[in-house]
């Protein structure tokens, strides 16, 4: 796990300007399924801060797109009048406050569940964000609620939301890889590994825990917001959507469950494969999603890279005997 | 031996649902010693470790380490001070390499600066598995994962290591290796309470031993002297012919 | 996954020409026309979504198959439908519909529910090709300016206008009314429609009620409806839940003067579900397939309904032939732009004043159906039947008014 | 008063239906430590194949319950010796998904084979209803009711006294300990899901009579199931009949006095207030603890 501190960021900062050529090159619906791409693998690597870092697999994280979605549209909606940069900086802003103050009050009580607990629960949450969301007329859930159009004249949206993702993204695996060769990253690994043995080795647990899910779930506000702004109406059905709830776990599963680049592996795939090669299917893909699930969990529980470690793994092996 | 002691435990106790698992212990632990805590199965040893770790809140009386009263504090405050406890059934962090795991222990543990690098490998070869470094946990054996439990709690820079019988189940060969660890660590000025049951070892390693039984102290003194009293034969070691 | 959206309101217009449909000879001569889209087939709007589906299917298979094509401008066209599932999901609609775009499809069907049709819309709109649509109905895709959107139905907040006109013309004149509502995009813009036209129509309002937009259980709505009765109860909410209300009133004898489901009992299925206790429910009727339009290229609503039913075993809804008005509108238009380049077709919608077996389709400046052509017309059972009891030109037959008890219908 | 009263009735036949539906649910978390996300599908499946049989039959929905239950026992011991059990030893997590990937296939093949339509059940005293002391009951409501209390009672019986219900409580409590007494874990946990399984799709009957259906509502019935484990306690038919009329109950007092939209939110209002609160239910845990 150890190269050299500087390569990682390099690497993911050279990703992302590979990336940013996209629109140049590719045909817009690529562009699209980029947005897709880069959007999912954001979020997954905000769920995996929590979920994989930490192992506290949130079975809920579509409340924060919704929260962070309806309350940057609520606000903006009040100042409309305003610069489309000033706007989204605005929606962000009150998004991801909004997601911290949510998941901070939330943080407490629930993070004092573990396993499927702890899953099962944030799901509970989620439905209960979508609907006091739906149901209260002031958050216009059920209404659906616009939001102002951010692209200049000049630009394709595909293309600019397309890179606005990037830009997003990219920030998120730079704040993710920060944590990861932490301190505070070990510490989450290590109430993966188990939570009371860490605690005796002086892991704060309990502010760790309480600090991943609030930058996991402020993340993931973020994304909703410039989500929300993508489809330029939303609806409650739109951002508080199970299956989003699902993929986020099935993005690390694919990839390889608590790794740095599992989850953005796994988005990539997933994306790609429901996408442009299920896209033209007609009514299978839920087939397609849950026989996947099923051969996952029983044939590659490590994900891509678990696999990958177990050639290396089986290689090496083979190229040792000896010993 | 006579600065003030590392830890003191004054007239603690603890209740099960009415049971008395400990009642009224006290005892003071000399720094630098290496005190074992013997008695027979269900004499309260593990709980006694859990009081004083906090992983269970006494129901009467006080611990206090450094002169400084950590009864009923976090778990993860009282390592913050510099206590560390190895288990009995080692529970490392199994998807990680020995390296590690190690490496949680320096990163956290003691309060204060440190170099993480130096402090882990010293903690690796303090408990003679430098060489394992790179082997995740879950390959390792059982008499490994021992050492790997006392190397990632000697790691967090403890001035007390608390050891839930190191040597149980060990074979000989492994038994000694473990008491020669114990004796480096001790020289590199850490204190060191045990729990154990293999008598031979706690003869030869022990500057002093505690007797508990049936969760009271029974017998308290060098390990000769205590093992020649006649209340701790009765109660420990049994009859003669077992 | 979530709570079913469907959207009620589907409308159609219909153009008197009975002109009769020419079989041509050249059908494997014939250019593709490519009309693309995206249906939700799985997921939260699957189920009308599939009415949807196949309501498109039909109409252009009816075109190529049983006419041999469309001629306009002088050239023979097959229609090539692109269609795709969505799944409900606004993210995959966004994608299937560029890839669509990318390879080159010029005209473009809509999905079912407002939050998937608007960002499609979105997207169609800036590329400047047309949107036919039948399931998108929130005000907001007809507010922000879109050129090239239409949409078969008058905004959500315009659609009970007729109702109320209806609820004013009985005799004796009812009072009071109350008003349930499931909270879903559609029915609570449909509920806030009630609640406007009703009001402006003078009649007192003395309750109303929020239901989940999953419904379960609605005892105790309908108890507090049996201590605070109304003249009238309108319900608006989807097929389903508008059928467990009426079994609950049934079962538990909570009788109303007139009950009126903004869907529901246009169904066959419902009416059967109800035996006789459907008798005297009202409900808005966008289409079935005794409306009196005429259309140039089924005939008629009828025989548009018996093609449908040579395809297709799935009961016949009125999203099905709102979808096939869309086919047919597309068509209608490019021949009377006498040609098929997006932006001539576009004005030649905007322009559109057609009859089809559906409706009369003429669209607002705006884009949504005109609130009185395309605003629905209101049903009653009577006898068995559905018959049109307004508006009066399409009157089949009068009004029933206070409709029998429950116990006096078994 | 009245009013309250009637609400309380209502919640309490709501209420029965709920701890049919969920009682498998919860004797497949107290044994096996697997939270089921495909129990709403098999809630459907009973509900679909009682429409089937009893159209093609011309019998009473209700009657089809023996027939129904003794498939989906069968098809429930097969889905876990091939699926499930691969996946058991593994983390929870993985059991959970594994069971979501299958409700998401059979939702599919579902989809295609009874279309995405509503379906009903229309059992001939489907519009019949009667009053006791001023309180109007509905007669499907009320015969769904009995039917949902006798399924019960029959399975508290079963898991009390026969010898088969013994050998599910002593794995359930000591799965070692019973492995050395040399029961076939295996096959009890087998067995266990098929029992779960039948009782489920006895549930969707019940359900099918009393409410329209499509496959969409799975994660509905699931969802349910996993409020009413939660409020009642793992395991016990007791557990889930007292969680079934709380949340009953709940659900209509919320309908009638905060509003008709709300229930939902205080269903999941309470299924994470009880977590937080009582994890292990408000009859505690009857089986042992799940990590």
Same mark, same amino acid.
């Given at each position: 796990m150890k190269r050299s501190p500087a390569l990682v960021p390099l690497l993911i900062v050279a990703a992302a300007l590979v990336l940013a050529l996209g629109p140049f090159v590719l045909p817009p619906f690529y562009v699209r399924v980029g947005q897709l791409m880069v959007y999912s693998a954001g979020l997954a690597v905000a769920w995996a801060i929590l979920g994989g870092f930490a192992g506290y697999a949130s079975f809920g994280h579509a409340a924060f797109i919704g929260v962070g979605a309806f309350a940057a549209g609520l606000v903006e909606n009040q100042f409309s009048a305003l610069a489309p940069g000033l706007l989204l900086a605005l929606g962000l802003a009150v998004g991801g406050g909004a997601c911290a103050v949510l998941s901070a009050a939330v943080a407490y009580p629930i993070l004092r569940l573990r396993g499927t607990f702890f899953s099962i629960a944030m799901l509970g949450v989620c439905h209960v964000c979508a609907e006091v969301n739906n149901n209260v007329d002031f958050f216009q859930g059920s209404m659906g609620i616009n939001f102002p159009p951010l692209a200049p004249a000049s630009m394709d949206p595909a293309d600019f939301f397309f890179w606005l993702y990037l830009a997003a993204g990219t920030i998120v695996m730079l704040i993710a890889w920060l944590i990861w060769r932490s301190r505070f990253g070990a510490g989450l690994l290590s109430i993966r590994e188990d939570e009371d043995t860490a605690r005796m080795l002086g892991v704060p647990t309990e502010r760790y825990k309480r600090l991943a899910f609030v930058i996991s779930a402020v993340l993931t506000g973020l994304l909703g917001v410039i989500y929300a702004h993508a489809l330029g109406y939303i609806t409650t059905d739109s951002v508080y959507r199970d299956d989003t709830n699902l993929n986020l776990i099935v993005f690390s599963l694919l990839g390889g469950?608590?790794?740095?680049f599992g989850p953005v592996i796994g988005a990539f795939l997933l994306v790609f494969i429901t996408q442009v090669i299920l896209g033209r299917l007609l009514d299978f893909h839920l087939f397609a999603t849950g026989l996947l699930l099923v051969l996952l969990v029983l044939g590659a529980p490590g994900g891509v890279l678990g696999v990958v470690r177990g050639w290396r793994v089986r290689r090496r092996a083979a190229t040792a005997p000896a010993e | 031996m006579s600065a003030a002691p590392i830890l003191q435990v004054d007239g603690l106790s603890k209740s099960f649902r009415g049971l008395r698992?400990?009642?009224?212990v006290s005892f003071a632990i000399e720094a630098g010693s290496i005190t074992s805590i013997i008695g027979p199965n269900g004499a309260g040893k593990s709980t006694l470790f859990n009081l004083i770790t906090g992983y269970l809140a006494p129901t009467a009386g006080d611990v206090r380490f450094r002169d400084r009263r950590i009864t009923g504090m976090a778990t993860n405050r009282i390592a913050e001070l510099g206590v560390a406890r190895a288990f009995q059934i080692a529970r490392p962090f199994r998807d990680l390499s020995v390296f590690e795991n190690v490496r949680i222990g320096a990163l956290f543990g003691k309060a204060g600066s440190r170099d993480v690098e130096a402090t882990t490998r010293r903690g690796m070869e303090l408990a003679a598995i430098a060489h394992l470094a790179d082997q995740p946990a879950n390959t390792l054996t059982v008499g490994q994962l021992r050492h790997l439990e006392v190397a990632r709690a000697i790691a967090t820079r403890a001035d007390l290591l608390l050891a839930d019988e190191p040597c149980a189940g060990l074979n000989p060969t492994e038994t000694a290796a473990m008491i020669e660890v114990l004796r480096r660590i001790r020289a590199s000025g850490v204190t060191i309470v045990l729990v154990e049951h293999d008598m031979p070892s706690v003869m030869e390693v022990s500057d002093r031993l505690l007797v508990l039984d049936a969760g009271a102290m029974i017998a308290d003194g060098p390990p000769h002297e205590v093992a020649g009293d006649p209340r701790v034969i009765a109660a420990y070691l049994g009859s003669p012919d077992d | 996954m979530r709570r079913r959206d469907v959207l009620r309101g589907v409308a159609a217009a219909t153009a008197v020409f009975p002109a009769p449909a020419v079989r041509s000879a050249y059908a494997q001569t014939a250019k593709p026309l490519v009309i693309g889209g995206s249906v939700? #087939?799985?997921? =939260?709007?699957a189920e009308t979504g599939l009415n949807v589906n196949n309501g498109y299917i039909t109409a252009a298979s009816y075109l190529n198959d049983v006419l041999g094509g469309v001629e306009i401008a002088g050239e023979k066209y097959r229609i090539e439908l692109k269609l795709f599932d969505d799944a409900s999901d606004p993210a995959r609609a966004t994608t299937l519909i560029q890839r669509q775009l990318d390879d080159g499809t010029n005209f473009f069907l809509g999905s079912f529910g407002s939050n998937i049709v608007l960002p499609t819309a979105a997207i169609t709109e800036r590329a400047k090709k047309p949107m036919v649509q039948t399931g998108g109905g929130a005000d907001a895709i007809f507010t922000r300016g879109f050129k090239y959107v239409f949409g078969m139905f008058p905004r959500a907040t315009r659609q009970f206008a007729p109702a109320a006109a209806l609820f004013k013309s #009985?005799?004796? =004149?009812?009072?009071t009314y109350s008003v349930i509502y499931t909270n879903d995009a559609f029915s609570k813009t449909a509920g806030e429609g009630v609640r406007l036209a009703c009001d402006a129509a003078g009649l007192k309002r003395i309750e109303t009620y929020e239901l989940p937009a999953k419904v379960t259980d609605v005892s105790s709505v309908l108890a507090s409806v049996r201590s605070k009765t109304p003249d009238i109860l309108v319900c608006v909410m989807h097929d389903q839940d508008s059928l467990l209300i009426a079994r609950q009133m049934v079962a538990t004898n909570t009788n109303v003067k007139l009950l009126f489901q903004g869907l529901g009992p246009q169904l066959a299925s419902f009416r059967e579900a109800l035996g006789k206790y459907s008798e005297g429910l009202c409900c808005s009727t966008y289409w079935d397939e005794a409306v009196p339009y005429k259309d140039k290229f089924f005939g008629d609503a009828k025989k548009f309904a018996q093609y449908y039913r040579t395809k297709f075993t799935r009961p016949i809804a009125y999203h099905v032939a709102g979808a096939a008005a869309c086919i047919e509108t597309y068509v209608m238009a490019m021949q009377a732009a006498k040609s098929i380049k997006p932006e001539a077709v576009r004005d030649a919608l905007a322009k559109a004043d057609f009859e089809t077996m559906y409706a009369r389709i003429k669209f607002t400046p705006d884009g949504d159906g005109d609130a009185l052509l395309l605003g629905g017309m209101i049903g009653q059972v009577q006898k068995g039947k559905l018959e049109t009891i307004f508006p009066g030109e399409a009157r089949t037959a009068e009004p029933v008014y206070p409709t029998p008890t429950w116990d006096k219908k078994a | 008063m009245s009013l309250v009263v009637q609400t309380l009735a209502d919640g309490l036949v709501l209420g029965g239906i709920y701890a049919l539906a969920a009682v498998g649910f919860s004797l497949i978390f107290g044994v096996l430590h697997v939270i089921n996300l495909s129990h709403g599908i098999l809630v459907l499946i009973g509900a679909y194949l009682a429409l089937v049989t009893s159209q093609a #039959?011309? @019998?009473?929905?209700? #009657?089809?319950i023996p027939a129904v239950m003794a498939v989906l026992f069968g098809a429930g011991y097969a889905y876990q010796r091939l699926l499930i059990q691969r996946a058991v030893d593994r983390s929870p997590l993985g059991s959970m998904l594994l069971t979501f990937g299958v409700a998401l296939m059979l939702q599919n093949i579902m989809i295609w084979v009874f279309s995405p339509d509503m379906k009903s059940i229309t059992p001939s005293y489907a519009f019949a209803s009667f009053s006791v002391a001023g309180i109007t009951f509905d007669a499907v409501r009320v015969s769904a009711l009995a039917a949902s209390l006798v399924l019960l009672l029959c399975l508290a019986l079963l898991l009390k006294f026969s010898p088969l219900g013994r050998v599910i409580r002593a794995t359930a409590q000591q799965t070692l300990a019973a492995q050395l007494c040399g029961v076939n874990v295996k096959h009890v946990y087998a067995l266990t899901f098929a029992v779960s399984a039948a009782f489920a799709g006895a549930a969707g009957i019940v359900i099918g009579v009393i409410l329209p259906f499509s496959p969409a509502d799975e994660a509905l019935w699931t969802m349910n199931a996993f409020v009413v484990v939660v409020l009642g306690? @793992?395991?016990s038919p007791a557990g889930a009949l007292l969680g079934g009329l709380l949340l009953g109950i709940v659900n209509t007092l919320t309908a009638q006095y905060v509003g008709p939209s709300f229930p939902n939110v205080t269903m999941f209002l309470l299924l994470v207030l009880l977590l937080l609160v009582r994890p292990n239910g408000l009859l505690g845990n009857a089986f042992s603890a799940s990590r």
């Amino acid at each position: 796990m150890k190269r050299s501190p500087a390569l990682v960021p390099l690497l993911i900062v050279a990703a992302a300007l590979v990336l940013a050529l996209g629109p140049f090159v590719l045909p817009p619906f690529y562009v699209r399924v980029g947005q897709l791409m880069v959007y999912s693998a954001g979020l997954a690597v905000a769920w995996a801060i929590l979920g994989g870092f930490a192992g506290y697999a949130s079975f809920g994280h579509a409340a924060f797109i919704g929260v962070g979605a309806f309350a940057a549209g609520l606000v903006e909606n009040q100042f409309s009048a305003l610069a489309p940069g000033l706007l989204l900086a605005l929606g962000l802003a009150v998004g991801g406050g909004a997601c911290a103050v949510l998941s901070a009050a939330v943080a407490y009580p629930i993070l004092r569940l573990r396993g499927t607990f702890f899953s099962i629960a944030m799901l509970g949450v989620c439905h209960v964000c979508a609907e006091v969301n739906n149901n209260v007329d002031f958050f216009q859930g059920s209404m659906g609620i616009n939001f102002p159009p951010l692209a200049p004249a000049s630009m394709d949206p595909a293309d600019f939301f397309f890179w606005l993702y990037l830009a997003a993204g990219t920030i998120v695996m730079l704040i993710a890889w920060l944590i990861w060769r932490s301190r505070f990253g070990a510490g989450l690994l290590s109430i993966r590994e188990d939570e009371d043995t860490a605690r005796m080795l002086g892991v704060p647990t309990e502010r760790y825990k309480r600090l991943a899910f609030v930058i996991s779930a402020v993340l993931t506000g973020l994304l909703g917001v410039i989500y929300a702004h993508a489809l330029g109406y939303i609806t409650t059905d739109s951002v508080y959507r199970d299956d989003t709830n699902l993929n986020l776990i099935v993005f690390s599963l694919l990839g390889g469950m608590g790794t740095l680049f599992g989850p953005v592996i796994g988005a990539f795939l997933l994306v790609f494969i429901t996408q442009v090669i299920l896209g033209r299917l007609l009514d299978f893909h839920l087939f397609a999603t849950g026989l996947l699930l099923v051969l996952l969990v029983l044939g590659a529980p490590g994900g891509v890279l678990g696999v990958v470690r177990g050639w290396r793994v089986r290689r090496r092996a083979a190229t040792a005997p000896a010993e | 031996m006579s600065a003030a002691p590392i830890l003191q435990v004054d007239g603690l106790s603890k209740s099960f649902r009415g049971l008395r698992a400990i009642s009224e212990v006290s005892f003071a632990i000399e720094a630098g010693s290496i005190t074992s805590i013997i008695g027979p199965n269900g004499a309260g040893k593990s709980t006694l470790f859990n009081l004083i770790t906090g992983y269970l809140a006494p129901t009467a009386g006080d611990v206090r380490f450094r002169d400084r009263r950590i009864t009923g504090m976090a778990t993860n405050r009282i390592a913050e001070l510099g206590v560390a406890r190895a288990f009995q059934i080692a529970r490392p962090f199994r998807d990680l390499s020995v390296f590690e795991n190690v490496r949680i222990g320096a990163l956290f543990g003691k309060a204060g600066s440190r170099d993480v690098e130096a402090t882990t490998r010293r903690g690796m070869e303090l408990a003679a598995i430098a060489h394992l470094a790179d082997q995740p946990a879950n390959t390792l054996t059982v008499g490994q994962l021992r050492h790997l439990e006392v190397a990632r709690a000697i790691a967090t820079r403890a001035d007390l290591l608390l050891a839930d019988e190191p040597c149980a189940g060990l074979n000989p060969t492994e038994t000694a290796a473990m008491i020669e660890v114990l004796r480096r660590i001790r020289a590199s000025g850490v204190t060191i309470v045990l729990v154990e049951h293999d008598m031979p070892s706690v003869m030869e390693v022990s500057d002093r031993l505690l007797v508990l039984d049936a969760g009271a102290m029974i017998a308290d003194g060098p390990p000769h002297e205590v093992a020649g009293d006649p209340r701790v034969i009765a109660a420990y070691l049994g009859s003669p012919d077992d | 996954m979530r709570r079913r959206d469907v959207l009620r309101g589907v409308a159609a217009a219909t153009a008197v020409f009975p002109a009769p449909a020419v079989r041509s000879a050249y059908a494997q001569t014939a250019k593709p026309l490519v009309i693309g889209g995206s249906v939700p #087939l799985t997921g =939260a709007a699957a189920e009308t979504g599939l009415n949807v589906n196949n309501g498109y299917i039909t109409a252009a298979s009816y075109l190529n198959d049983v006419l041999g094509g469309v001629e306009i401008a002088g050239e023979k066209y097959r229609i090539e439908l692109k269609l795709f599932d969505d799944a409900s999901d606004p993210a995959r609609a966004t994608t299937l519909i560029q890839r669509q775009l990318d390879d080159g499809t010029n005209f473009f069907l809509g999905s079912f529910g407002s939050n998937i049709v608007l960002p499609t819309a979105a997207i169609t709109e800036r590329a400047k090709k047309p949107m036919v649509q039948t399931g998108g109905g929130a005000d907001a895709i007809f507010t922000r300016g879109f050129k090239y959107v239409f949409g078969m139905f008058p905004r959500a907040t315009r659609q009970f206008a007729p109702a109320a006109a209806l609820f004013k013309s #009985l005799k004796p =004149a009812p009072q009071t009314y109350s008003v349930i509502y499931t909270n879903d995009a559609f029915s609570k813009t449909a509920g806030e429609g009630v609640r406007l036209a009703c009001d402006a129509a003078g009649l007192k309002r003395i309750e109303t009620y929020e239901l989940p937009a999953k419904v379960t259980d609605v005892s105790s709505v309908l108890a507090s409806v049996r201590s605070k009765t109304p003249d009238i109860l309108v319900c608006v909410m989807h097929d389903q839940d508008s059928l467990l209300i009426a079994r609950q009133m049934v079962a538990t004898n909570t009788n109303v003067k007139l009950l009126f489901q903004g869907l529901g009992p246009q169904l066959a299925s419902f009416r059967e579900a109800l035996g006789k206790y459907s008798e005297g429910l009202c409900c808005s009727t966008y289409w079935d397939e005794a409306v009196p339009y005429k259309d140039k290229f089924f005939g008629d609503a009828k025989k548009f309904a018996q093609y449908y039913r040579t395809k297709f075993t799935r009961p016949i809804a009125y999203h099905v032939a709102g979808a096939a008005a869309c086919i047919e509108t597309y068509v209608m238009a490019m021949q009377a732009a006498k040609s098929i380049k997006p932006e001539a077709v576009r004005d030649a919608l905007a322009k559109a004043d057609f009859e089809t077996m559906y409706a009369r389709i003429k669209f607002t400046p705006d884009g949504d159906g005109d609130a009185l052509l395309l605003g629905g017309m209101i049903g009653q059972v009577q006898k068995g039947k559905l018959e049109t009891i307004f508006p009066g030109e399409a009157r089949t037959a009068e009004p029933v008014y206070p409709t029998p008890t429950w116990d006096k219908k078994a | 008063m009245s009013l309250v009263v009637q609400t309380l009735a209502d919640g309490l036949v709501l209420g029965g239906i709920y701890a049919l539906a969920a009682v498998g649910f919860s004797l497949i978390f107290g044994v096996l430590h697997v939270i089921n996300l495909s129990h709403g599908i098999l809630v459907l499946i009973g509900a679909y194949l009682a429409l089937v049989t009893s159209q093609a #039959l011309g @019998v009473d929905p209700l #009657l089809t319950i023996p027939a129904v239950m003794a498939v989906l026992f069968g098809a429930g011991y097969a889905y876990q010796r091939l699926l499930i059990q691969r996946a058991v030893d593994r983390s929870p997590l993985g059991s959970m998904l594994l069971t979501f990937g299958v409700a998401l296939m059979l939702q599919n093949i579902m989809i295609w084979v009874f279309s995405p339509d509503m379906k009903s059940i229309t059992p001939s005293y489907a519009f019949a209803s009667f009053s006791v002391a001023g309180i109007t009951f509905d007669a499907v409501r009320v015969s769904a009711l009995a039917a949902s209390l006798v399924l019960l009672l029959c399975l508290a019986l079963l898991l009390k006294f026969s010898p088969l219900g013994r050998v599910i409580r002593a794995t359930a409590q000591q799965t070692l300990a019973a492995q050395l007494c040399g029961v076939n874990v295996k096959h009890v946990y087998a067995l266990t899901f098929a029992v779960s399984a039948a009782f489920a799709g006895a549930a969707g009957i019940v359900i099918g009579v009393i409410l329209p259906f499509s496959p969409a509502d799975e994660a509905l019935w699931t969802m349910n199931a996993f409020v009413v484990v939660v409020l009642g306690g @793992v395991g016990s038919p007791a557990g889930a009949l007292l969680g079934g009329l709380l949340l009953g109950i709940v659900n209509t007092l919320t309908a009638q006095y905060v509003g008709p939209s709300f229930p939902n939110v205080t269903m999941f209002l309470l299924l994470v207030l009880l977590l937080l609160v009582r994890p292990n239910g408000l009859l505690g845990n009857a089986f042992s603890a799940s990590r």
